[in-house]
């Protein structure tokens, strides 16, 4: 059984130095086959937050890790920066590639790059993009867990939530379920939660879910969701168990909350 770790909203520069701590000795005790970050790396896209992110993820280790900028990955308050060279601080430290793929004998990930500096927070998927994924997703073979990697929500649980929604989420979804996805992965809302989006969407093509993470080490918790990160377990073709851990007491580390398998 292999093992992918999702880390999402760490937002560097709001960090918990013990959670941090925490979550580090969870890498090296699990041993992820791949890390995936969904976005919001850091609080305000400074130099000095993407260096203690760079910092931060050099300590877990010789493993592959996919990340994408969220929202906050790029500039607010320098409008000049925003629009000019809105991922200039991200990609000086983590590379040009906004939109990384892994492949492996038993996974298929997909990152897709919503965010925009023409919008505040709202990410948005485009018809180049979902063409994109779908093509990746196509030459998948039958044993690899196909899963595609976006910032903002595709389905939320609260009405509150639903602002938060991914643009051009239905063409996507639809698009790549027809072609055989498993998981949409995202974060952004730091609400952990695993959702069944062939219920979600009407007359959707095949089963496909939706595997949100919380925030991995940061103080913007929600009231109801502590710090936490999901572990994704292979268990063979199209199937994986999705374990929740969560951060509640920093003295104990992460601890395992919840396991749900998608089949």
Known sequence: ?????????????????????????LVHRQAP?????SGDITQRATRKQFDTASAFFKRLGNVPILMIPGNHDIP???????LLAPFG??????????????????????????????????GEVSSTQVQRVAGLLQ?????????????????????????????????????????GA????????????????HQCYAHLSGRLWT????TAVSMRVRRESPNSVNLIRYCGPRQCIVERW?????????QCYSAVTLA
């Open 33 to 37: 086959e791949v890390i995936v970050v």
């Open 246 to 254: 969560d951060c509640k007491a920093q003295e104990l580390g992460f």
């Open 89 to 122: 601080n991200y990609s000086r430290v983590f590379g040009d590639d906004l939109e990384p793929v892994f492949s492996s004998p038993r996974w298929l990930i997909v990152c897709v790059n919503t965010t925009r500096a023409y919008r505040h927070k709202d």
């Open 76 to 82: 607010l308050f320098n409008l000049a920066a925003r």
């Open 182 to 197: 498993d998981i949409v992965m995202g974060g952004h809302i730091h609400v952990p939660y695993v959702l069944p989006l």
């Open 211 to 214: 595997v949100q993470a919380g």
């Open 139 to 179: 030459t998948a073979a039958p044993e690899q867990l196909r899963i595609v990697v976006v910032h903002q929500p595709v389905a939320v649980v609260t009405k509150a939530d639903r602002t938060n929604l991914l643009h051009g989420r239905n063409a996507a979804v639809r698009s790549w379920a027809a072609v």
């Open 1 to 25: 059984m292999t093992l992918l770790m999702q880390i999402s909203d760490t937002h560097f520069g709001t960090e918990r130095p013990a959670v941090v701590e925490a979550l580090v000795r």
